[in-house]
């Protein structure tokens, strides 16, 4: 069995969101299958993550992240702000 090594518990949901990176570059659609405190659970159609970003979850609200995991189009991130 596999140990669960998440700090925080994790929600699942269905959420809309954007992934922005360096500048001149266009906000990419994403979207979050789950999320915590510490974290999220991506799908995004595009091959390109970098291992900073931010994900951009409406107009007064986005977060920090670091690329921890990758498996086709789901990725995992960490917050780091």
């Known amino acids: 069995m596999l140990a669960n090594r998440r700090k925080s518990e994790r929600r699942l949901c ?20 789950d999320i915590s405190n510490g974290g999220v659970k991506v799908i995004a159609e595009f091959v390109e993550i970098p291992p900073q970003f931010t994900i951009v979850f409406g ?22 702000d």
């Open 14 to 33: 269905k959420r809309i969101a954007k992934i922005q990176w360096g500048t001149g570059n266009l906000p990419r659609d994403c979207t979050i299958t």
């Open 59 to 80: 107009p007064d609200h986005s977060r920090k992240c670091r690329l921890a995991w990758r498996i086709g189009c789901e990725f995992g991130a960490e917050f780091v």
